[in-house]
Nanobody
C-alpha cells in the first residue's frame, strides 16, 4: 500500500523559509513523476513544483520561480520542497503527489497523471 506523508508545514512571517518533506512508503520514488500541489481556501488545487521521471529535471510554477526548489532523495524515498522568500499568497495546504507508472516528462505537469496523494501540510505566511 502506497503512503505519502508530508511534514514541515507551519506558520512563518513574510520573507521566511520552510522546508516540506514527503516520505513515501510502498513506493519507489525514483524514475517517477512526483510533485507538490497546493490549495488555498476557495481556490482550485494548483501545481507548484514537479520533478520528472528521469530524476534530475525539475520545473516550478511561475508564481514561485526563484523562490521554491523541489528535490528528491531516492535512497530515502523522500521528496522535498524548499520554500524561501515566502509571501502571504503562498498560504495554502500543500500536498505531495506521485505517479504510479512511468510518465513522459511533458505530461508530468498534468494533475491527472498523479495516482497517490498525501494528506497535506498547512503553510501559513503572515505579512
Amino acid at each position: 500500500q502506497v503512503r505519502l506523508v508530508e511534514s514541515g508545514g507551519g506558520s512563518v512571517q513574510s520573507g521566511g523559509s520552510l522546508r516540506l518533506s514527503c516520505a513515501a512508503s510502498g513506493y519507489t520514488a525514483s524514475r517517477r513523476c512526483m510533485a507538490w500541489f497546493r490549495q488555498a481556501p476557495g481556490k482550485e488545487r494548483e501545481g507548484v513544483a514537479y520533478i520528472y521521471s528521469g530524476g534530475s529535471a525539475t520545473s516550478v510554477a511561475d508564481s514561485v520561480k526563484g523562490r521554491f526548489t523541489i528535490s528528491r532523495d531516492n535512497a530515502a524515498n523522500t521528496l522535498y520542497l524548499q520554500m524561501d522568500s515566502l509571501k502571504p499568497e503562498d498560504t495554502a495546504m500543500y500536498y505531495c503527489a506521485a505517479a504510479a507508472d512511468f510518465v513522459y516528462d511533458y505530461r508530468c505537469q498534468s494533475r491527472a497523471q498523479y495516482d497517490y496523494w498525501g494528506q497535506g501540510t498547512q503553510v501559513t505566511v503572515s505579512s
